[in-house]
């Protein structure tokens, strides 16, 4: 029974998917009803998430497929690990290096993970569970090399004044950045820490989410997704960490001088 | 030649050098002079004319683009930037402290600082050694200047670059830093102070030299700027 109506709810086919259409009816509806000017905008994204999703799916389909090789797995993981990379790049320009920094990143960070996850066997060692884990890592770890690439840049050439009376006095590049590039990182990995806190409490997360619907029991969920938080949070700490590394030192001159920084426009 | 402090060969600097894209508008061009190593050399110039970026040369902040700077004949871009900023004292048109007391502020320049040293040296920028305590936050301006000249003077340099360390403070301050530059030139620290104020320029300098355009003014043109006569805004 509690499996026939999870099922029905974890499968809600191609009418359902067409039906849900109507929440996008919804949102362009306000959007004219306001004259916000977002309706083609809302259109174009609801159509592309859905395009992409359903690319990935049909990929998925086949990297997940138990009868193939695990290998097929990681080499998906380490794709998406350069299209992470290319997207951070793309998002934040204005950060010297900032391809390789997020390279640097991302890899870093699903090492960590997926090293505690499979090498612990807190998961089973398959695609199924490599793929998504990889994923749920990386897309977190964008987001952090973005903002707390930004915030360093920020905060440095914010106290320029203060860094360049450091090095004046002697200091070393590293000591000289350090209470700047601490605050940028504090800055960037406090909202990952209040969200952990706050989990739960009122939005449910989305693999719980996803699970729930699935049929699964909720305790069930709550352990996955308890795993899952705790991913997000490694992923986040490694990235911020990997991220202060690189980006300071690029951000000197082999003879302690802070190059000329350029702050995003918006 | 013996006893020129610093001696600048030929200097280019171009803007933006050290963000690896393409070049700045040129800030220095073709500067070739001599920083006597005694008493007070006021370097002054009307605004971008090159003093500041002159004055970072001297410490190392900056790099030229080509030629050559000398500290007492050794080329600065052989020597270990850190010992040589060390040596080099730096005060800052703005002051710039540090979050913290202001112990804590020279703390960061002598950590092996004590109390007694940190006192003394607050003296000689007349505030009392109560501020050591001090958070730098709640200090005025022309205080939190004294504070930062101190925070240099701690460190023992051999020299003081000054650059426009008055255009924001206090005639108070002011006092105490012209009187302050010329005790230590007097007691064999050499001070190369950047002003744009030629009535300051007149009090304190022993020698001169002027900026204009990112080029070391003739005789003429530098006895001009220095009467007000140059049509130039100082």
């Known amino acids: 029974m509690v499996a026939a109506a999870g099922s029905a709810a974890g499968d809600i086919g191609w009418t359902g998917l067409a039906v849900s259409l109507v929440l996008v009816a919804v949102a362009v509806a306000v959007s004219a009803g306001q004259h916000l000017g977002l309706e083609r905008s809302m259109l174009w994204a609801a159509t592309r998430a859905l395009v992409q999703l359903l690319v990935v799916g049909l990929a998925l389909t086949v990297v997940l497929d138990p009868d193939r090789p695990l290998l097929l797995a990681w080499a998906w993981v380490a794709m998406t690990v350069m299209v992470a990379a290319a997207t951070v790049a793309h998002r934040a320009g204005e950060v010297p290096g900032v391809f390789l920094l997020a390279l640097a990143a991302c890899a870093a960070a699903v090492a960590v993970t997926l090293g505690v996850l499979f090498g612990l066997r807190v998961f089973p060692l398959e695609p199924r569970a490599v793929v998504p884990m990889a994923g749920l890592t990386l897309g977190n770890t964008m987001t952090a090399t973005v903002v707390a690439s930004r915030r360093i840049v920020g905060e440095l050439s914010d106290k320029r004044i203060e860094v360049e009376a450091r090095l004046a006095l002697g200091q070393p590049w590293r000591d000289a950045a350090r209470p700047y590039v601490r605050s940028a990182v504090r800055t960037a990995l406090v909202p990952q820490v209040e969200t952990t806190k706050a989990v739960g409490l009122v939005a449910l997360p989305g693999a719980m989410t996803g699970l729930i619907l699935a049929g699964v029991e909720p305790l069930d969920a709550v352990k996955v997704q308890a795993a899952v938080m705790y991913v997000v949070l490694a992923s986040v700490s490694t990235t911020v960490t990997v991220v202060a590394l690189g980006l300071t030192r690029r951000l000197f001159t082999p003879d302690h001088r802070l190059i000329r920084l350029h702050r995003q426009a918006a | 030649m013996a006893g020129a402090l610093f001696e600048l060969d030929r200097v280019v600097v171009d803007g933006d050098v050290d963000a690896g894209g393409e070049p700045g ?26 003093k500041s970026t002159l004055l970072r040369l001297c410490n190392r902040l900056a790099v030229p683009t080509s030629g050559r700077v000398l500290y007492r004949g050794a080329d600065v871009a052989g020597l270990d930037p850190l010992v040589h900023r060390r040596r080099v004292g730096m005060v800052f048109q703005r002051p710039a402290l540090f979050t913290g007391t202001v112990r804590d502020n020279l703390l960061v320049a002598r950590p092996d600082g004590d109390d007694a040293r940190f006192a003394a040296v607050l003296e000689a920028v007349t505030l009392p050694s109560t501020f050591l305590d001090r958070t730098a936050d709640d200090l005025s301006g022309g205080e939190a200047q004294r504070a930062c000249l101190a925070r240099t003077l701690v460190t023992d340099p051999e020299v003081l670059l000054m650059d426009e360390p008055t255009s924001s403070v206090d005639p108070t301050t002011t006092a105490v830093l012209e009187r302050l530059a010329r005790d230590l030139a007097g007691g064999g620290v050499p001070v190369l102070w950047v002003t744009h104020d030629l009535a300051q320029a007149g009090r304190l300098a022993d020698h001169r030299i002027v900026l204009m355009g990112g080029r070391v003014a003739d005789a003429d043109q530098a006895a001009a700027y220095l009467a007000g006569e140059s049509g130039q805004r100082p």
């Open chain 2, 25 to 50: 508008p040129r800030i220095l061009d073709d500067v070739t002079l001599e920083v006597p190593g005694s008493g007070i050399t006021v370097l002054a110039g009307p605004s971008g004319a090159g």
